[in-house]
């Protein structure tokens, strides 16, 4: 019953900024842990950044400094501040949800976006 919708993929120029949103819906009770992946061509799926339900932040080393990772908890809803894109940032990103609990009592270990692409090109 959960889904994970993504959303504000699109082409940027290099030097760019791009906010990704990530909504989950379905009877939730809480959400430990929300971030992103992402894959590019060719390569394999690689974490980009993670939040915890405490707030704590997780991010692949080459987007430190670059990408903000934040999160409504009201609203279930994850965000990824992308700025500074290079063309390496080029891939389908999926949005992720961890140690979801429903309503119904229910638990779901892993629950993924279908993803957004993002396009860094000039």
């Known amino acids: 019953q959960v889904q994970l919708v993504e959303s504000g993929g699109g082409l940027v120029q290099p030097g760019g900024s791009l906010r990704l949103s990530c909504a989950a819906s379905g009877s939730i009770f809480s959400i430990n842990a929300m971030g992103w992946y992402r894959q590019a061509s060719g390569k394999q799926r690689e974490l980009v950044a993670m939040i915890g339900s405490g707030g704590s932040t997780n991010y692949e080393e080459s987007v430190k400094g670059r990408f903000t990772v934040s999160r409504d908890v009201a609203k279930n809803t994850v965000y990824l501040q992308m700025n500074s894109l290079k063309s390496e940032d080029t891939a389908v990103y999926c949005c992720?949800?961890?140690?979801?609990?429903?309503?119904?009592?229910?638990?779901?270990?892993?629950?993924w976006g279908q993803g957004t692409q993002v396009t860094v090109s000039s």
């Open positions: 992720y949800a961890g140690g979801v609990r429903g309503r119904n009592a229910d638990f779901y270990r892993n629950t």
